[in-house]
């Protein structure tokens, strides 16, 4: 008769998204998920499968807890307060940001993707659909009238995917209100 499990794996999931976020995660030991869990290794290993595994798992759950782009993108009525609201949101996120654990998807990618494909494309995909959710919104605007004939939304979303992460980075270093909104403001005064 197999036995049940002893912990909440869905709680596990969260606590292990929550140390890899904030040590990474070549500083994060199978002995500091099993104390940090509270769960014994061959639970984890049985559950969720190695450490990498675990941390795909975690950066699932990160992603799925993110902000809705597509909600907030695409309500009906004027698109640039939305894409304003979004990057003001980051730059507050970031000036907020106590423990300077950053985005677990840029911490991803600077720790991992330049020698761990799979994680490259997660990282690569996630970037091309936040892309893809300022483009259509700018391209709205455009089409509304909010944003002048000359720009051109995809260049815009593109620039403003770099800010978002930067903004993102910088909250991971620094708690510099005045860097953190000076960029974002910069960044939107192109909106006009």
């Known amino acids: ?7 909440d794996p869905d ?3 969260d606590r292990a ?5 904030r040590k990474g995660y070549e500083a994060t ?16 290993y049985a559950t969720f499968g190695g450490k990498r595994e675990l ?7 990160y992603l799925e807890n993110g902000i809705d782009f597509t909600g907030r993108l695409t309500r009906p ?13 980051y730059a507050d996120e970031a000036a907020h940001d106590t423990v300077h654990r950053g985005c677990l998807l840029v911490n ?4 991992l993707a330049p020698h761990d494909g799979e994680l490259a494309r997660e990282v690569a995909r996630n970037w091309d659909f936040v892309e893809d959710c300022l483009a259509t919104a700018l391209a709205r605007a455009h089409e509304q009238g909010e944003l002048a004939a000359d720009k051109d939304p995809r260049a815009i979303a593109r ?9 993102r980075v910088i909250g991971k270093a620094s708690n510099d209100r005045g860097r953190l909104d000076d960029a974002a403001e910069q960044a939107l005064a192109l909106l006009g």
């Open 159 to 167: 620039l403003l995917l770099v800010v978002l992460q930067g903004l």
């Open 1 to 7: 008769m197999a036995r049940t499990k002893e912990f």
């Open 17 to 21: 998204m929550e140390l890899f976020w």
């Open 29 to 44: 030991s199978m002995a500091d998920l099993v104390e940090h869990l509270g769960v014994a290794r061959a639970s984890i």
């Open 108 to 111: 991803t990618a600077v720790e």
């Open 11 to 13: 709680l596990a999931l």
């Open 77 to 89: 009525g004027p698109a640039l307060p939305a894409v304003r609201e979004l990057v003001r949101q």
């Open 55 to 61: 941390y795909l798992k975690s950066l699932g759950r």
